[in-house]
């Protein structure tokens, strides 16, 4: 059963950049797609961004568009996300997300993902 642990996250201004990382273990996540999803207080968990599984198709929310760019490294069995001009709409506990084995293909939905990290917490300071 594969694991999932994201790190990265923290404390950043206004205007600022983090890259949060997500580490699998347990299984190659290289034959499934992979997302980045976020909750904020008092709201639903909600679509960040998703990556196919060799990295060739993206998609982003509409509110990330431009300043967060989703990459994974296969041989590292590592998923990544940049963000860059940081929003304080943007704090949130962001999670990564994998799909089942051989579900390629992107997914904005969260009930697509079969595994969850625990989250980790990104606070933009105004």
């Known amino acids: 059963q594969v694991q999932l642990v994201e790190s990265g996250g923290g404390l950043v201004q206004v205007g600022g950049s983090r890259r949060l990382s997500c580490a699998a273990s347990?299984?190659?996540?290289?034959?499934?797609?992979l997302g980045w999803f976020r909750q904020s207080p008092g709201e639903e968990r909600s679509f960040v961004a998703s990556?196919?599984?060799?990295?060739?198709?993206?998609r982003y929310a509409e509110s990330v568009k431009g300043r967060f760019t989703i990459s994974r490294d296969n041989s590292k069995n590592t998923l990544y996300l940049q963000m860059n001009n940081l929003q304080a709409q943007d704090t949130a506990v962001y999670y990564c997300?994998?799909?089942?084995?051989?579900?390629?293909?992107?997914?904005?939905?969260?009930?697509?993902?079969?595994?969850w990290g625990q989250g980790t917490q990104v606070t933009v300071a105004t």
């Open positions: 997300a994998a799909r089942g084995t051989l579900y390629t293909e992107i997914s904005v939905a969260p009930y697509d993902y079969e595994t």
């Open positions: 990556i196919n599984w060799i990295g060739m198709t993206t």
């Open positions: 347990g299984r190659t996540l290289g034959n499934s797609a």
